[in-house]
């Protein structure tokens, strides 16, 4: 195929060319969703310490049922089925469902009431409740609800329509108002873009522990800038509306509100908004006051205030501040055991932050001084799990040797952690909030081996929760290296077929950016590679400066220039591999990402041609001023502070020298990387005369439908085999 004269745009049809790659593999991923569909996921154990809940869909199925296991017996039931007519889902849904990265329909989230007696079912925009032990399944009056927050009581659901806060009787579907005046700019009761996007808070809406009271978030949008997308597909449709902060712009503006699950009289909680813009976290334990983690812009200062419930007024319990930013502390596990956890009496609370190169969990007073460091210096601490205040423990998920996941337990008064489970891997554990004795660990196996275990409290495996997913034909063989002088973390995926001692093309599969770590020890994630490389190639992965897992200066030396080490790191770590794996043919090396991966890819590509003979970036951040503020301005400050950091991090800055062939890919309509990055990189390289190749994709960020999916793969194997197999 003839590279396109220079300025010239050319679609292409890739696929077209992709039949000769071979493409039995990218298929079946596909379909399977890479092996994971009909894996139990969002394992629950309920409060009676003898139940499991658990979705699940088919092996090529993305429809997902509520099943119960019982452990005695080791057999499952189904609860609730999705229903029989499609989906129908409000503009709100689907972005919501966006920002959660959900992919998937049927029953996509369930809730379970402190006695675990009330399951409420969320099945598109229409929710049911679930009586247990019985089974019975009672559909809750009324449509069009989204982010449903069950009372703990399990009588009552909190719900958003027309932009308003609802609280729904379970029992007779009774329905109040509870607050009003939202509109398209005025939302009650939702996360707003930031939040969900980039702080990992998906609530808008929070029920008192006695189900008498809420909190809720007013989200003021209407000096948001505005954005408009149109589906190309649909030219009669209007364009959607969406309110999108861009760097340096002006953000949604907050409050919380205090009111009565009847409605009534509103108490806002006194939160200094200009010194305090994003809102974190917001917890209201047993015997503890309602508590806010709160961030200044620029995310170098966070506080935990407490809210007196009856006047609103709050107080600060702690603060943190980092002269780069701030890292908000890891969530894990279905039960999300936020941070700070107050204990059952609320004598105090378990808090952690970053103690010199790693984090550490505290055990703080109610007043938030110091008590004493649960987990020891130096231990790899990432996320907590449970806490069992009784029996003074506490379980963590560390990682041990940077590429998996660990399970310990450690004492609530400190000590030495003990490992809770030995198969090396990623564990991703959920404990009952009520029981302690027994727990769900759904496990991706450093052996590829894949599911979920259910374990008493020791880590002895009890059952496996049933599954229907595929097994993979073949489990990719990745080598895992240390690469360079400052021993970076890597991996090496061989062809099928390979032979010691023929050179090989490389491809460098790359993300190389914040909040994303890529080598881990899970042979699973590396199916779609393993795929990529079995076309030809030798795929490697290079962990740099910019990503987590490591320390905290490792993570946060990439403050105002994110491409400068990380594009160092990521060639420096590639030639260390070619000097480790005589097969790498370095001569002939490709360069794919997505997303933050196809920014870097870009970047590559026109800064280092003498590493990079082609690439292929997907849905790239090209200029940062145009990425949203929580994410951006962590990193680079705002484009009015710090002009020279954005024109160093911005692709357009050196558009005018490719000189290497780049097939780009986005999607239209795209709400999280907006198309008109890709618009800005076109224009450049057509203003400055350089031939680009432009693959124009259906739909948003993410790729969850398994023909586009599969054609993007091969569209993605054939520019590389085309680009590099000649040289």
Known sequence: MRYPTPGALLLLALVSAAPAMASDCFEPLARTRNYALGLPVHAL????????????????????????????QRGERELAAP???????SVEEKARRERARVTVSGITDFAVS?????????????????????????????????????SPDGRFVAVVRDHDLHVVTLAGGAEVQVTRGGSETLSHGLAEFAAAEELDRADGVWWSPDSQRLIFEEADTGAVEKHFIADPLHPSQPPVEFRYPRAGTTNARLRFGLVGRGGGAITWIALDRQAWPYVARVIWAKHAPPTL?????????????AVDPATG???????????????????????????????????????AASRGTRWQLEL????????????????????????????????????PDRLSLGLFRVALAGGAPTPLAAEPGLHNPSFSPQRHDLFADSLNGADGHAGTMLRAADGSVIATLPSEAATPPKLPTVQYLQAGAQGLDASVLRPAGFVRGRKYPVVLSV??????????????????NQCLADHGFIVVSVDGRGTPGRDHDFEHATRGDLIDLPLQDQVSGLQALGRRVPEMDMRR???????????????????????????????????????????????LGTPQDDPVGYSKSSVLTYAASLSRPLLIMHGLTDDNVYFENTMKLTQALIAAGKPYRLLLLPGTHLLPDPVLRARVNEARAAFLAERLRGR
């Open 114 to 150: 402190d006695d675990g007696a009330t399951i409420l079912v969320g099945e598109g925009d229409k929710l049911s409740s679930v009586a247990l032990p019985q089974g019975t399944v009672t559909p809750v009056a009324g449509t069009g609800w989204i982010a449903p927050r069950l």
């Open 589 to 635: 090396v490709g360069v794919e990402g997505w997303s933050f991966g196809g920014y870097f890819t870009a970047m590559a590509t026109i800064r280092r041609p003498d590493i990079f003979a082609a690439g292929v970036a997907g849905a790239p951040v090209v200029d940062f001023a145009d990425y949203d503020t929580a994410y951006t301005e962590r990193y």
């Open 83 to 89: 229903q029989a007519t499609p989906e129908h889902l």
């Open 313 to 351: 007024e709050t107080r600060t319990l702690l603060t943190e501040t980092d002269p780069a930013w701030i890292d908000l502390a890891p969530m894990d596990g279905v039960a999300g055991r936020a941070l700070p956890d107050w204990l059952p009496d609320g004598s105090g609370f378990l808090w």
């Open 511 to 528: 993300y190389a950016g914040p909040t994303v770590k890529v080598v881990q020890r899970a042979p699973r994630l590396e199916l779609e």
């Open 364 to 399: 703080r007073r109610a007043d938030g001084t110091l008590d004493h460091a649960v987990t020891p210096a130096g231990f790899p601490f990432l996320s907590l799990d449970d806490v069992d205040a009784a029996h003074g423990s506490v379980v963590v998920t560390a990682d």
């Open 293 to 305: 983690v709160v961030l200044n812009r620029e995310q170098t200062r966070e506080a935990v205030l």
């Open 45 to 72: 154990p309920l409060p009676n310490g003898r139940h499991v809940l658990y979705l699940r869909s088919g092996p090529q199925d993305t429809r997902q049922h509520l099943y119960e296991y019982d452990v005695a």
